[in-house]
């Protein structure tokens, strides 16, 4: 079993940054896809960015790219999202998740964990 918990969310003005961890415990040698989904208010929970173990490989939603940055330490066995030029719609609870398949991976279908979750909010 892997256990997931996110950190770093809150609330921040349009144009400004946040920087999201996940600290990964238990059987993290299992591990090896990572991501990021978040879900906002009424809506279903999307994909936002995924990691391969290696960390070499990313792959992010058109809604973020080149604005979120997704990395990971191994040796820490913690995830990062760090989110720039945030805007109002980019306000969601943000989950991380894990998995084991090799690879990138954008569907929720293919992840095996899932942490509780962090509030983002964006104010405009």
């Known amino acids: 079993q892997v256990h997931l918990v996110e950190s770093g969310g809150g609330l921040v003005q349009a144009g400004g940054s946040l920087r999201l961890s996940c600290a990964a415990s238990?059987?993290?040698?299992?591990?090896?896809?990572m991501g990021w989904f978040r879900q906002a208010p009424g809506k279903e929970r999307e994909f936002v960015a995924t990691i391969d173990w290696s960390g070499f490989n990313t792959y992010y939603a058109d809604s973020v790219k080149g604005r979120f940055i997704i990395s990971r330490d191994n040796a820490k066995n913690t995830l990062f999202l760090q989110m720039n030029s945030l805007k109002p719609e980019d306000t969601a609870v943000y989950y991380c998740?894990?998995?084991?398949?090799?690879?990138?991976?954008?569907?929720?279908?293919?992840?095996?964990?899932w942490g509780q979750g962090t509030q983002v909010t964006v104010s405009s």
């Open positions: 238990g059987r993290t040698s299992s591990i090896s896809v």
């Open positions: 998740a894990a998995g084991l398949h090799i690879g990138v991976r954008s569907s929720a279908n293919d992840y095996d964990y």
